[in-house]
């Protein structure tokens, strides 16, 4: 399904990361460049400076990264992002890719099965992949995943040890739900945008 409003997230995302620019280089409680903002000598710090009262919390922080990851996506079917996190911290990331060194549905076209491509390797598999390649532990993490996973990509999440799902819109597989009830994993469905947020 086209999301027509992943450009308004993009562009909320793009003013959020400028306003981490802006603290890590001018934090104006050291620079006391909040003085020069009133005095017109920095335009446009006003307007940073209101981002920073509609401070993300973490889990729209995560679930924005993974919006973000969405973009590295080579299947023109379906953007997904994922981020593997635990205790605030970022494991892992992933986006729906081909096999490493094959040519991509942006190239050569989606490989179709069953009205699905299956050239791509899934978001989630790429995460879980990432970290392995790392040697990365994740057990007890928690993973943000722009669309909730298809059954095969929740098997291997739950066989990681994740106990937690966070998804950003509701994607076909009900089998996830009822697999997750059953074995306590967490599903949480934030949405791929803040409510509060311009979506
Ligand atoms: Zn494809
Ligand atoms: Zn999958």
Redesign the pocket.
Known sequence: MPDISRFSILNSLHQSLRYFEFRIFLPPWETGTGTETETGTDAGMGALYSLAMNRVSWERYFMNLAVQAATRST???KSVGAVIVRDKTILSTGYNGSIRGAAH?TEVG?LMENDH?I??VHAEANALVQAACHGTRLEGAQIFVTASPCFNCFKLIVNAGIRSISFGEFYRDERVIQFADELGIEMIHLGLADETGDE
Do not use: A, E
Request: contains cysteine.
């Open positions: 299947c023109p079917r549905c989606c491509c050239r791509t």
